[in-house]
Structures are given as C-alpha cells and as structure tokens.
C-alpha cells in the first residue's frame, strides 16, 4: 500500500476520536432537563467546527497526494508558486526554480495553492473527487449529512451561531443535539473511509 495513502488514513482514523471526545466533555457537563444554556453547546459547536476541518484536511491531503500528477486540466486553476491564482509569468518568474524538475515545481505550486483553499459546501466536494478521478457520485449517500454540517459550520464560524430568531424564550445561539453532531460524524468517517477505499 502507498506510504502516503497510509499516512492520510491514520490522519483520518484519529481525528473522529478527538470528535468523541469533545461529545463526552459534552455529555459530562449536561445533568437533569431541558435545553443545555449555550456554554455548554459550546462544546458541541466546537466539535462541527473540528468536524469540519477534518473533511477538509481530507481533502487537501488527498489533493497533495493525487493532483500533481492529474490531466492539465485539473491543473489549470493552481497557480505558479509565488504567483496569483489566473495570473500570468513569464521566464524570470522561472529563474528562481532552475535546477527544479517540472514536477517538483507542480508539487510545489499545488501544496502553495492548497494552503489556501477552503471547501464549504459539497460541489466543491464534488470537484475535489473529479480532479483526483474519483465518481463525484461518492458523495451521494452523505450529501444530507455533510451538507448540513459544511452550512452550520458556516455559520457557526462567520456568525458565532447566533439566532437570529427573537422574543421570549430564544437562546442567543442556533440550538444544537449532540445527536446531530454524532451523526454528521459518522457521515464523514464513511464518506472519508468510502473515498480513501478507491485509491
């Protein structure tokens, strides 16, 4: 089996156990009835937030692994490292890479472009799958799960969750199940285990 494949594997296997345990921090500060005040959410929010940047260290790490030797035309948005994405160069922007074998410097430019990126919804999932030549198909069975995630996600981060419902009875955060986050989680450790099995 390839060594970086190996490696992306037990990357992926350990990050669900650090979602575990943040969902038993939770478990351990919740007693009696009735909805949990938003410091204690908190930990759940926290663990979307992990969930979330473990689909996309997937991702990146099987991009770094997969694209620099993908078609041209997967290619074509990875700008020149050190370059703009789109942007054009000329032979001086060349010079300080002689000596640099073309796909030393492919490799270069992708691990360049990917730290970066980001993915928030699942077409660019998809995307991702079709430029290391997978079916983007894969990600049907998880679509439901993980593009809810991707979303709460979202706005967990850019709006601190917050409700944007008001009056009597509102928390200032979204209300959210330790359920729900166990469920994306399984989503994304089957997507993940779904995807890596192809390779």
């Not at 473990?54 to 991702?59: G, I, V």
């Given at each position: 089996m390839d060594g970086v494949k190996v490696e992306i594997e037990t990357c992926f296997a350990a990050n669900p156990d650090r979602v575990r345990h943040l969902a038993a921090v939770y478990q351990g500060a919740t007693a009696g009835s009735g909805r949990r005040p938003v410091e204690t959410t908190d930990v759940l929010r926290a663990a979307v937030v992990f969930l979330h940047a473990?689909?996309?260290?997937?991702?990146r790490n099987l991009l770094e692994w997969k694209l620099p030797l993908a078609a041209a035309v997967h290619?074509?948005?990875?700008?020149?490292?050190?370059k703009k994405p789109r942007s054009t160069f000329t032979l001086d922007d060349l010079?300080?890479?002689?000596?640099?074998?073309v796909d030393?410097?492919?490799?270069?430019?992708?691990?360049?472009?990917?730290?970066?990126?980001?993915?928030?919804?699942p077409g660019e999932v998809e995307g991702v799958l079709e430029r290391i030549g997978l079916p983007k198909g894969l990600l049907d069975p998880y679509r439901d799960k993980l593009g809810p995630m991707m979303k709460r996600r979202h706005w967990i981060v850019h709006r601190a969750d917050r409700n944007t419902a008001t009056g009597r009875g509102h928390h200032a955060a979204r209300a959210l199940q330790q359920e729900t986050v166990e469920v994306w989680s399984e989503a994304l450790k089957r997507f993940g285990t779904d995807v890596l099995a192809q390779l």
């Open positions: 473990t689909l996309e260290d997937l991702l290619l074509e948005d990875v700008p020149l490292a050190g010079a300080p890479f002689r000596g640099t074998s030393d410097l492919i490799a270069r430019s992708v691990l360049e472009n990917l730290e970066r990126s980001n993915f928030n919804d």
